[in-house]
């Protein structure tokens, strides 16, 4: 069925495009209750087998709220899981970095087209390391050919590896001392000519908007993007009223679940919460991304009437970066975003988002006026592709039925 529907959806952006016809954009509507019956199934039963321990599910289309649910407990053995839960969204950061970046760019502050140098000269004179055995890289002398550009931050195409928390700074670690050490750190290609998941370019990236808009990088995305949309809930450094909603980390040992517990004050892996880690350590809830995926549906307006980026902007984040490989066969880097680029994925092709190690999962999908936001922490199938994710994928596909024009 969902290779059906996508090859309709394929024939009519085909004939739009090339023929001008009027035909529907907005090809599909999603039955709401086949939506939640596919939903409910889904999660009652993996909570059943034990691979999740609780999920929050939010889908709207055409700004109506179709599903809001959550499913399971907030831990294994623990508390009913509620609608305000606080997730780690870990990798679900750096698309946000990403808007902080394009709205400097529409205030004028900078182009994503400039060469890093012009905004930190320490990156002026890279040069290309080796790969070792280990997956690490060796210094050499072999100079960088190809300038790093501000939009290579952020669509995993800079050669620019990550940090090393020991070696930037341990407990004191910041955005400055991260940056600083991966200006001293071989590029692990010429930049430009591949492709490599990236988490510590964010955080240079975070570093060239604190000098372009003299602010701190945590307080401009909580002015500019979270104040704006009334994500209340969204921080580098919870509350105590915030940790004490936050889930715990589901894992599996022996086959049972189990919860992992968290290093001490620290919402990602071992990184304190004052390190604010722009591709990898904020805390939100599902109802507080499910605005910024709006957000980014409505062409950089919130619901409340905001507007947070320009229309321009968004296109350019879910415009896939030129030269850049697929990964996975079906999709390419926008900027902070996956664009899927084929019509073999179970999404329609143009659909834009990212995922979290810990397994959440967010996607726009403008053809169909669809945003779509799956919130759970997981150390098992966790990160990008993660099964209960793409099951969520399908779910949402599979309750399509074709719109009456």
């Known amino acids: 069925m969902i290779k059906i529907?996508?090859?309709?959806?394929?024939?009519?952006?085909?004939?739009?495009?090339?023929?001008?016809?009027?035909?529907?954009?907005?090809?599909?509507?999603?039955?709401?209750?086949?939506?939640?019956?596919?939903?409910?199934i889904s999660n009652e039963a993996r909570i059943e087998e034990g691979t999740i321990t609780g999920a929050h599910s939010i889908v709207m289309q055409n700004g109506v709220v179709l599903l809001d649910k959550t499913y399971g407990l907030k831990g294994v053995g623990g508390e009913a899981l509620s609608e305000n839960a606080v997730y780690r969204i870990?990798?679900?950061?750096?698309?946000?970095?990403?808007?902080a970046l394009l709205i400097e760019q529409d205030r004028g502050h900078l182009n994503i087209?400039?060469?890093?140098?012009?905004?930190?000269p320490e990156f002026a004179e890279m040069t290309v390391g080796k790969e070792k055995e280990d997956g690490t890289y060796e210094k050499t002398d072999t100079k960088a050919?190809?300038?790093?550009?501000?939009?290579?931050?952020?669509?995993?195409?800079?050669g620019i590896g990550d940090v090393d928390l020991s070696a930037a700074g341990g407990e004191s670690c910041t955005v400055t001392s991260a940056c600083a050490y991966l200006a001293a750190q071989p590029l692990h290609y010429n930049p430009g000519t591949s492709q490599q998941y990236s988490t510590g370019a964010f955080d240079v990236a975070a570093r060239v908007i604190e000098?372009?808009?003299?602010?701190?990088?945590?307080?401009?995305?909580?002015?500019?993007?979270f104040d704006k949309l009334g994500m209340t809930d969204t921080t580098f450094e919870p509350n105590e009223d915030q940790w004490s909603r936050m889930v715990e980390i589901h894992g599996m040992e022996n086959g049972k679940a189990i919860n992992v517990p968290?290093?001490?004050?620290?919402?990602?892996?071992?990184?304190?919460?004052?390190?604010?880690?722009?591709?990898?350590?904020?805390?939100s809830t599902a109802y507080d991304y499910a605005k910024f995926a709006q957000m980014l549906l409505n062409n950089g307006v919130g619901d409340n009437g905001a507007r947070v980026l320009s229309e321009e902007a968004v296109k350019q984040m879910r415009t896939p970066v030129k030269g850049a490989p697929?990964?996975?066969?079906?999709?390419?880097?926008?900027?902070g975003v996956r664009v899927i680029v084929t019509t073999s994925d179970t999404l329609p092709k143009g659909s834009f988002g990212w995922s979290g190690a810990y397994g959440s999962h967010f996607w726009i999908d403008p053809t169909n006026s669809i945003s779509a936001v799956y919130m759970k922490n997981s150390s098992y199938d966790g990160g990008a592709g993660n099964s209960s994710a793409s099951e969520f994928e399908k779910d949402v596909v599979n309750s399509f039925i074709w719109r009456k024009s």
Not at 92 to 97: A, G
Not at 113 to 120: F, T, W
Not at 326 to 335: A, C, E, H, S, V
């Open 5 to 40: 529907l996508m090859f309709f959806n394929a024939v009519i952006l085909f004939f739009n495009s090339v023929f001008g016809l009027s035909m529907p954009l907005h090809a599909f509507t999603v039955d709401a209750d086949k939506l939640a019956e596919n939903v409910r």
């Open 90 to 99: 870990a990798s679900m950061t750096k698309p946000i970095t990403a808007v």
């Open 113 to 120: 087209n400039d060469d890093l140098s012009k905004y930190l």
């Open 145 to 158: 050919t190809n300038s790093i550009k501000l939009y290579q931050l952020v669509s995993h195409t800079s």
């Open 211 to 225: 000098l372009t808009s003299g602010m701190e990088f945590s307080e401009y995305i909580k002015v500019n993007i």
């Open 262 to 283: 968290g290093a001490p004050n620290c919402v990602f892996g071992n990184f304190p919460v004052t390190f604010h880690a722009a591709g990898a350590a904020l805390a």
């Open 326 to 335: 697929l990964m996975g066969g079906t999709f390419k880097w926008g900027l």
